[in-house]
């Protein structure tokens, strides 16, 4: 690890608020700040320590997934075995090749997105970025280039607001609403050299997948407005590039593949309240699809019309 903030041992009870929710953790928290506050009832417990090996009423399984309404159990192969009882307990097992950057990005990835998702937010794999008029989430799976469009938006100007994880809940007149996330973008090596970042101090670094970790100022905001949605993807051969919007059964489509979490766990639960709300977000929410070129060459051009199309 490159660098890490300093937390004296007793500031380890202390709470962190992401994503719109309190955690509270046994341990530490590298380079986060405890929040001094009292946590609410419904803090989410992180602890360390055991856990099941399998679930006794499984409703949806794959490789590394067990769930059920109430539990839910994700093993990464190697490093860590993740339970999570109800919507206010996370248990972590740590495995032999478990760091401390990659432990707690699985914590707040996965275990932000099915507390948040039991707690009836929507958890989107995307990032976002704060404008005058509200979050910009541009969203996609693994490898859509979501961190490095943050990181190029950020060179821009624009504040970051969550990056890879942002969970959607509705403020009381039905505004969909992003929580803030960790202050930090992850890149891979060919991202860092295309943004010249080569030069800046990660905070961490994992050199097992080539990646590291940048920390960068915090939005003071706990929430924002989700105005406008991007869903990336690359252009295929003989594609041309472009901004197209997506309404009605489009939108929809959009937002489910743009899930971070499997699309089979929607059926784990109150499938129709998790449907109206992707629903109200596809309504509520400009959506658009964002194609672009692969290469760094031509991605200052479209970052470029990206932006202006922010105010279009």
Known sequence: MAAQASIRPRDREGGVDLFGLTFRSGEIIPGLTPSRSAAPADAIRIEFGATPRHLADVQYEDETVQASDSEYLFSYPGVLRLYVEGDRRIVIERLEDCDPVRLWTIVFGVGSSITGFRRGFIPLHASSVLTPGGC????GQSGAGKSTLAASLVDRGFGLFADDLC???????????????????RLYDDAVAALDWTDIEPFAVQPNINKSVFRRSSVAEPFAGLRRLYALRFAGEDETPGIHRLDGVEAMQALVGCLRMRTGLLGVGPARRTFERLAAISERVEMFRFVRPRDHDSSAFWLDHLVEHFDA
């Open 136 to 139: 910009i989430a541009m969203a």
């Open 167 to 185: 969970l959607v809940q509705f403020g009381e007149d039905g505004t969909p609403l992003v929580g803030r996330g960790l202050p930090e973008v």
